[in-house]
């Protein structure tokens, strides 16, 4: 059976750092290409980043470029975030994503709330 499964988030001050997992199950993780996404209250699901496959190529959204990192070990079949100099507006359900051909898998998310 197919899981992804989020953990990590929590509450952080402005300036601190998260890192997310993604621990995946049920499926050939070295064939998917892997995305974190995620949804604020009252807002649509927004792009964060991905990594291609062999985890030689990263793409971001200009709003998290330069703080976000995503990465992936296909041997542990985890897909990571690692989050710095997180501010309020970073505050969402964060959620990753498996994509391979036809096939596309998400996770429940988890909640990372950036305050003082």
């Known amino acids: 059976q197919v899981q992804l499964v989020e953990s990590g988030g929590g509450l952080v001050q402005p300036g601190g750092s998260l890192r997310l997992s993604c621990a995946a199950s049920g499926f050939t993780f070295s064939n998917y290409a892997m995305g974190w996404f995620r949804q604020a209250p009252g807002k649509e699901r927004e792009f964060v980043g991905a990594i291609i496959r062999g985890g030689g190529s990263t793409r971001y959204a200009d709003s998290v470029k330069g703080r976000f990192t995503i990465s992936r070990d296909n041997a542990k079949t985890t897909a990571y975030l690692q989050m710095n100099s997180l501010k309020p507006e970073d505050t969402a359900v964060y959620s990753c994503?498996?994509?391979?051909?036809?096939?596309?898998?998400w996770g429940q998310g988890t909640q990372v709330t950036v305050s003082s």
């Open positions: 994503n498996a994509r391979f051909s036809r096939y596309s898998y």
